[in-house]
């Protein structure tokens, strides 16, 4: 947990927390000035009806300062809602700080067991690296999140690309709250807007338009040609009756429309709100200057849609809607204006929300950032796979944090790693794969030195009985590795994370596939890495020097007969195992 976020988290929740109480009472007080308005309004009118210009007058005062609450009252409450939801974000990142994991979502949902690593390296998990990341406000954004790390970027530029904003966007906290708390707990989407908008076989017609004008011009005009006495009353009334007609014909048509154009708008106020977030910034890294622009380009657009949505509105008092077709054949010109919109901006909608999804993954690994500031940002160095100097796992809380160096720069090779359970071997190679991930996707890593380059990641660890369906376990685990063999054929380069292969047969036929295992693998283009208690396979360092090399955890036994564990790697093959140590722990009196 960093301490300075911490710190921050708290001074900001005690400025918010008297932002809230300040707004609550300014709502408070102006909804009992409204009731006592409106209670005066109705006595007077009771009371004193219109016997006199006077009374009229005074009746109409407490009736103006109700509208005028109403009207102002609304910017006070959107206030007190922004600062609520500011607090509740910033409660939230507090108590995820202190291994609270019931706030922010998780999305468990998104796990799949048969991806290269996901299910291996707990990426969903409630306090998972996800988890830690998560503070999307669109669905979409929690998606794009999910790619990032599941199907990291491989090209340098790119991961330089998403680095270079992360960067950018970590000091700008108030931003990242403002974007975060518009909608962090149940997550927008625009997936009714794409379906409202997203058409290609639009084609508003302008004659169509042009013929409403003359058409209302004509009706108008005849109107008060009829006022002026000229013609007789039933030129416009005929006129007002056709034009009523007419425009009729369209109701299903924009009744249609307009279902679809209300949800469209209601969808995209989310991003609206991004937009607004966004407007004051001015930014240097270039992903960053994408999306303002992609997103400041969408907001003009949406307004424009929105001022349409609200003719439609209108439509809802039966007087309007008689009185604006009669005359100007409203409907078919709100048609028109719509179906041009979405000729022009359809086109565009993709586009935009893949800006607005970016902004919300780069302000979620920022946030990610700000949480861990002892992270450092990785270096991609061609000539090694990896490189990295106190390396450790990222959610483990920094004061239990071990760190460990590791240098694998060569394929067709294999790190060996033995040792005693709970030594931390698997943790080890969580560790390498997580913050492999965490590098390709611009964010900080658990190091004080880190250096790396593309590569595939590909991980057995354990098999899921999701995996297994009526099959054996060991059926399941010749399954996944023959996945990763074919896997391997097609990679440029891949490392490899195993941990305790063929663990479902006997010990000799586990040594004798292992080895068969390992043997074939380094044939590919592959630099592995495999967690194991059979320390006979350290032999094949002697016989395979350059393809093999052995490391190992060890633990040291006290006087009392507790077990210590240093979580340090050391070369060499392990010579202590403790299985029985523990059993015996376990089975005492």
């Known amino acids: 947990m960093s301490k300075k976020a911490e710190l921050f988290y708290k001074e900001k929740l005690d400025t918010l927390s008297k932002e809230v109480k300040k707004y609550n009472s300014i709502n408070q007080y102006t909804a009992v000035a409204k009731l006592i308005s409106f209670v005066l309004a109705v006595g007077l009118f009771i009371f004193w009806y219109f016997n006199s210009v006077f009374n009229i007058l005074l009746i109409t005062v407490p009736i103006i300062i109700y509208i005028l609450l109403v009207i102002f009252g609304q910017?006070?409450?959107?206030?007190?809602?922004?600062?609520?939801?500011?607090?509740?974000?910033?409660?939230?990142?507090?108590?995820?700080?202190n291994k609270d994991f019931n706030v922010f979502r998780c999305n468990s949902q998104f796990i799949d067991y048969s991806h290269n690593y996901a299910y291996d390296l707990d990426i969903f998990e409630k306090g998972s690296i996800y988890h830690s990341m998560n503070r999307c406000s669109t669905t979409d954004g929690e998606n794009l999140l999910k790619e990032l790390i599941l199907n990291p970027k491989r090209e340098d530029l790119e991961i330089l690309k998403l680095q270079q904003a992360v960067k950018e966007m970590i000091p700008l906290r108030d931003l990242s709250h403002n974007i975060s708390s518009i909608s962090y707990k149940l997550p927008g989407s625009l997936e009714n807007f794409i379906k409202a908008v997203s058409k290609d076989n639009v084609n508003p017609k302008k004659s169509t338009l042009i013929y409403a004008y003359i058409s209302s011009a004509v009706t108008v005009c005849s109107l008060i040609a009829y006022g002026a006495g000229l013609i007789p009353s039933v030129i416009p009334l005929g006129l007002f009756i056709y034009q009523?007609?007419?425009?009729?014909?369209?109701?299903?048509?924009?009744?249609?429309?307009?279902?679809?154009?209300?949800?469209?708008?209601?969808?995209?106020?989310?991003?609206?709100?991004?937009?607004?977030?966004?407007?004051?910034?001015?930014?240097?890294?270039?992903?960053?200057?994408?999306?303002?622009?992609?997103?400041?380009?969408?907001?003009?657009?949406?307004k424009e849609l929105q001022k349409i949505n609200r003719e439609y509105d209108q439509r809802n008092s039966g007087l309007y809607y008689l009185l604006s077709n009669g005359f100007l054949l409203k409907d078919i010109i709100l048609s028109y204006k719509m179906n041009k919109w979405i000729k022009e901006n359809h086109k565009h909608i993709n586009v935009?929300?893949?800006?607005?999804?970016?902004?919300?993954?780069?302000?979620?690994?920022?946030?990610?950032?700000?949480?861990?500031?002892?992270?450092?940002?990785?270096v991609i160095n061609k000539d090694c796979i990896i490189k990295a100097e106190n390396l450790s796992h990222p959610v483990i809380e920094n004061s239990k944090r071990v760190g460990n160096n590791i240098e694998i720069s060569k394929t067709h090779s294999?790190?060996?790693?033995?040792?005693?359970?709970?030594?931390?071997?698997?943790?080890?190679?969580?560790?390498?794969?997580?913050?492999?991930?965490?590098?390709?996707?611009?964010?900080?890593?658990?190091?004080?030195?880190?250096?790396?380059?593309?590569?595939?990641?590909?991980?057995?660890?354990?098999?899921?009985?999701?995996?297994?369906?009526?099959?054996?376990?060991?059926?399941?685990?010749?399954?996944?590795?023959?996945?990763?063999?074919?896997?391997?054929?097609?990679?440029?380069r891949m490392i490899v994370l195993l941990d305790e292969i063929l663990k479902g047969t006997n010990s000799q036929d586990k040594l004798n596939g292992s080895k068969l295992v390992l043997l074939k693998l380094i044939k590919y283009n592959i630099a592995g890495i495999l967690a194991t208690h059979d320390t006979a396979l350290g032999k094949l360092a002697e016989e395979y020097k350059e393809n093999f090399k052995n490391y190992f955890f060890d633990f040291e036994i006290d006087e009392s007969g507790e077990m210590h564990f240093?979580?340090?790697?050391?070369?060499?093959?392990?010579?202590?195992?403790n299985a029985s140590i523990l059993l015996k722990n376990v089975l005492s009196d």
């Open 352 to 378: 935009w929300n893949n800006a607005a999804a970016y902004l919300d993954a780069v302000n979620s690994i920022s946030v990610f950032s700000y949480n861990n500031d002892e992270f450092i940002f990785p």
């Open 566 to 577: 240093d979580y340090k790697l050391k070369e060499g093959v392990s010579n202590n195992m």
């Open 75 to 97: 910017k006070y409450i959107d206030l007190y809602n922004k600062y609520k939801s500011l607090y509740e974000l910033i409660s939230d990142e507090l108590s995820f700080l």
């Open 244 to 302: 009523f007609i007419a425009a009729s014909l369209f109701s299903k048509k924009t009744n249609d429309e307009y279902a679809k154009i209300n949800k469209a708008t209601n969808a995209a106020k989310i991003y609206l709100a991004i937009s607004d977030a966004l407007k004051d910034k001015e930014f240097n890294s270039e992903l960053l200057k994408y999306i303002k622009e992609e997103i400041t380009f969408m907001t003009d657009r949406i």
């Open 414 to 492: 294999f790190l060996i790693i033995t040792g005693a359970n709970m030594a931390g071997k698997s943790t080890f190679i969580r560790s390498i794969g997580i913050n492999l991930i965490l590098a390709f996707m611009g964010a900080p890593v658990c190091a004080s030195v880190f250096e790396f380059s593309s590569v595939d990641i590909f991980s057995s660890m354990r098999t899921s009985d999701k995996l297994m369906d009526s099959s054996s376990y060991f059926h399941a685990e010749l399954q996944r590795l023959k996945s990763l063999k074919e896997k391997a054929k097609n990679s440029e």
